[in-house]
């Protein structure tokens, strides 16, 4: 394996382990910065669904955040234009693909949403969902027809 893969790999592998324990690296020479998803500032991004960032901007670009959704939220069809990787933190992701089976996804479990996908989401209908998303593009919302 060239040296080039393999520090893709450690590092794919130390973002995800450091996303799961709540731990983003800052950037800079000042060192890790430790973000606790239940204690975190939140801006709403629609009705029931809101994120507080940890690296980067969602609105312009490359960027980590925490996103939460309220009991029993629901995204109707859309697509992102970039791709989404998720952790679950607490509760449950449903992600519905246009074509196939819903996938619930539960805390610790990962998730690849790809850019340009058609699909919904929603929440677990008694508890809020907490997931960490990391993207190498902006985050967006474009609703889409009936899946």
Known sequence: MKIWTRAAVAAGTLSAVAAFFGVAYSG????????DP???TYTALEPGASQSAVRGDPAT???????KF?????AGPHTHTNDLRIV???GAY???PEKGDAIRVTPGQYLLLP???RHSTASDAKEET???QESDGKFDFNPVGRL
């Not at 670009?61 to 996103?67: C, I, N, Q, W």
């Not at 309220?70 to 629901?74: E, I, Y």
């Open 38 to 40: 239940t204690k975190a």
């Open 115 to 117: 850019g340009g996908v």
């Open 88 to 90: 679950v933190v607490k």
């Open 130 to 132: 907490i997931f960490y």
């Open 70 to 74: 309220v009991p029993n939220f629901a």
């Open 61 to 67: 670009g490359a960027h980590a955040a925490f996103t």
């Open 94 to 96: 449903v992600y519905k």
């Open 28 to 35: 800079d020479s000042k060192g890790p910065v430790h973000v």
